[in-house]
């Protein structure tokens, strides 16, 4: 995902990528660099322990704990080392901050997404969510392998995630793709198109479809639309205009509720920064702030 964004910027000859693992070290004249495995929405995500002559800082990045996750679990045990070891400062992830309790586990949202395909068997399904959650879309794969749907893909930044998870080995069902034209000629029921546009975008796949202005596929009156995410901050008029697009032209809409858990956040709520804070164990501690 990094190359493909250096590509895009034409930054490729000025950069050089070196791969690292869980394993890896990173050993400079005065710092000495280790990883441990976390957990979120982008796989391959990593925390950074970074040993100095004043002291140990660890950086979290982005991350939750998740028990049950589609991808790997954190390494807690590896925190909890390096936390024995003495840490100085904790650079941590401050989205959820204010949130109380655990994120829900993405399993569960797996699970919300096949009970939805399994109540809506006659008609056509368009799933929207974010492009760089590719777990997300390597269990909406699955799923629809499951109940039987052939997926189209709409969006330029959804397009390229299904290109990587392809290349990467998440996904290893390609026959499971097809074009609009294969689609438009299919039984409804078998079909499954998966877009950008959970926030409301306006020039997002899943506004032009609502909108009636996507030059392959119209909306039909009985399909059921998914927003399989959350509102970023901001972003909820936009989306609620959508939605009430979507209403208007007959069409089933389910969002994130407490009956249907169709999304859940990749960063970490209450309870579990405070087990963050109790395996690193710091001296300072120090949240990202996160820019709206």
Do not use: W
């Not at 034409?10 to 890896?24: A, G, N, Q, Y």
């Not at 709520?269 to 300072?284: A, C, D, F, H, V």
């Amino acid at each position: 995902m990094i190359r493909r964004k250096l590509e895009e910027h034409h930054l490729t000859h000025v950069t050089k990528m070196i791969p690292i693992t869980h394993e890896s070290s990173i050993k400079t004249k005065y710092f000495n660099i280790e990883f441990f495995t976390t957990t979120h929405s982008i796989p391959d995500s990593f925390g950074m322990a970074i040993k100095t002559p004043n002291g140990t800082i660890v950086e979290t990045g982005d991350f939750k704990f998740d028990l049950t996750p589609i991808g790997p679990v954190a390494n807690m045990g590896k925190m909890a080392a390096i936390g024995n070891e003495g840490v100085t400062l904790l650079l941590s992830d401050s989205t959820n901050a204010l949130v109380p309790g655990f994120s829900a586990s993405e399993s569960v949202v797996d699970e919300a997404l096949g009970e939805i395909f399994a109540e809506n068997t006659t008609s056509r399904i368009i799933l929207a969510t974010f492009a760089s959650n590719i777990y997300r879309l390597t269990h909406i794969v699955e799923t629809c392998k499951e109940n039987n749907r052939k997926i189209v893909v709409f969006g330029r930044s959804m397009n390229t995630s299904i290109e990587i998870a392809k290349e990467c080995g998440y996904i290893k069902d390609r026959d499971i793709f097809i074009s609009s034209d294969e689609a438009n000629r299919m039984e409804p029921s078998k079909v499954c198109l998966l877009c950008t546009g959970s926030q409301g975008e306006p020039l997002a796949a899943l506004s032009r479809i609502a909108n009636g202005n996507d030059r392959n596929i119209t909306l039909m009156k009985d399909d059921t639309v998914i927003f399989s995410s959350s509102p970023i901050p901001g972003n909820a008029m936009s989306i609620n205009r959508i939605i009430n697009k979507l209403y208007l032209k007959g069409a089933k809409v389910y969002t994130n509720t407490s009956e249907y858990d169709v999304h859940t956040s990749g960063h970490a709520k209450q309870e579990e920064l405070k087990l963050l804070l109790r395996l690193i164990r710091p001296k300072y501690f120090i949240m990202e702030t996160k820019a709206i």
